[in-house]
C-alpha cells in the first residue's frame, strides 16, 4: 500500500506561481502523475513522468507554464506552476502506479493509488 501526502496548494493572484509537493511512503518503483479536477469537471490530467524522469507528459494547458520534477532518493514529486491562471483553479492530486523503468500513463484509470489533494485557487 501506498500513500501519496499532496503540499503547497493556495491561493496566489494570475499571474503568480506555485510549487506543489508529493511525498511517497514505500520504497517500491513508481510512474508519478499530477491530476486536477475543477468544480462540476472530469478529473484530468496536468502532467506525469516516469520512474527514471527520462520521460514527461505535459497536458496542452499546461505545457510552457508547469514543470514536473522528482527526486527518488526524497520519495518526492514537484510541480512547479508559474504564470498560473484563473482557469488553473481546481483540486491539484497526486497518483501513483507501480512500476519502474520509463514508461508514462496519462490516464485517470491508470493510476493505483491517489493522494488527498490540495486546492488551488487563482484570483483574476
Known amino acids: 500500500q501506498v500513500q501519496l501526502v499532496e503540499s503547497g496548494g493556495g491561493l496566489v493572484q494570475a499571474g503568480g506561481s506555485l510549487r506543489l509537493s508529493c511525498v511517497a511512503s514505500g520504497r517500491s518503483r513508481y510512474s508519478l502523475g499530477w491530476f486536477r479536477q475543477a468544480p462540476g469537471k472530469e478529473r484530468d490530467i496536468v502532467a506525469s513522468?516516469?520512474?527514471?524522469?527520462?520521460?514527461?507528459y505535459y497536458a496542452d494547458s499546461v505545457k510552457g507554464r508547469f514543470t514536473i520534477s522528482r527526486d527518488n532518493a526524497k520519495n518526492t514529486m514537484y510541480l512547479q506552476m508559474n504564470n498560473l491562471k484563473p482557469e488553473d483553479t481546481a483540486v491539484y492530486y497526486c497518483?501513483?502506479?507501480?512500476?519502474?523503468?520509463?514508461?508514462?500513463?496519462?490516464?485517470?484509470?491508470?493510476?493505483?493509488?491517489w493522494g488527498q489533494g490540495t486546492q488551488v485557487t487563482v484570483s483574476s
Open positions: 497518483a501513483a502506479r507501480s512500476g519502474g523503468g520509463s514508461y508514462l500513463f496519462i490516464g485517470v484509470r491508470d493510476y493505483e493509488y
Open positions: 513522468i516516469s520512474w527514471s524522469s527520462d520521460y514527461t
